[in-house]
């Protein structure tokens, strides 16, 4: 059974920084992109970032990009989202994402996990 | 990037009504479009991929369709398991991007 869990969200005051983690069973994970999406509150869905299967390409939106660093570790079985000079505007529950295949939509999503940020 | 716009935004329904919801892409998207269904609290669920395949576990009254930029989610009897909020995917062009949510509830 393929399972997303995620783990390490919580308060942080603005300009502050976290680190989602998402650990990954029930398949090969070193043979998918994975992807981190993110929800805030009364929003709709919004991709925030991905990675290739090894980890050697990696893509962000555009409100993220050098703030935000998505990395992996095929050891650990791991996604991780290292989230820094967090804004209010970054609250949101954040999910991890597997790709399906070649393809990018989503065919499994971790529970989520929730980033607060407020002073 | 692409704009993916749902319609309506809420819908009321009762139990064995048949429910449409409709998305629109800005641009043509082919049928590179996936369907989420998401109930508070929990992870989204992949209902359907490439507009009209039904992913695999997923009731029989749950069907997709479209192409270009018109696209149509349609539950053909709504069951009380089905109350929660819809979401249409473009994945024809990175950054992919979402509609802004269709929610079905309780009439």
């Known amino acids: 059974e393929v399972q997303l869990v995620q783990s390490g969200g919580g308060l942080v005051q603005p300009g502050g920084s976290l680190r989602l983690s998402c650990i990954a069973s029930?398949?090969?994970?070193?043979?998918?992109?994975m992807t981190w999406v993110r929800q805030a509150p009364g929003k709709g869905l919004e991709w925030v970032a991905n990675?290739?299967?090894?980890?050697?390409?990696?893509h962000y939106v555009d409100s993220v990009k050098g703030r935000f660093t998505i990395s992996r570790d095929s050891a650990k079985n791991s996604l991780y989202l290292q989230m820094s000079s967090l804004r209010a505007e970054d609250m949101a529950v954040y999910y991890c994402?597997?790709?399906?295949?070649?393809?990018?939509?989503?065919?499994?999503w971790g529970q989520g996990t929730l980033v607060t940020v407020s002073s | 990037d692409i704009q993916m716009t749902q319609s309506p935004s809420t819908l009321s329904a009762s139990v064995g009504d048949r429910v449409t919801i409709t998305c629109r892409a800005s641009q043509s998207i082919s049928n590179w479009l996936a369907w989420y269904q998401h109930k508070t609290g929990k992870a989204p669920k992949l209902m359907i991929y490439k507009a009209s395949s039904l992913e695999s576990g997923v009731p029989s009254r749950f069907s997709g369709s479209g192409s270009g930029t018109e696209f149509t989610l349609t539950i053909s009897s709504l069951q009380p398991d089905d109350f929660a909020t819809y979401y249409c995917q473009q994945y024809y062009v990175s950054p992919v991007t979402f509609g802004g949510g269709t929610k079905v509830d309780i009439k």
């Open positions: 990675i290739n299967e090894d980890g050697s390409e990696k």
């Open positions: 029930g398949f090969t994970f070193s043979s998918y992109w």
């Open positions: 994402a597997r790709d399906s295949g070649s393809y990018r939509y989503f065919d499994y």
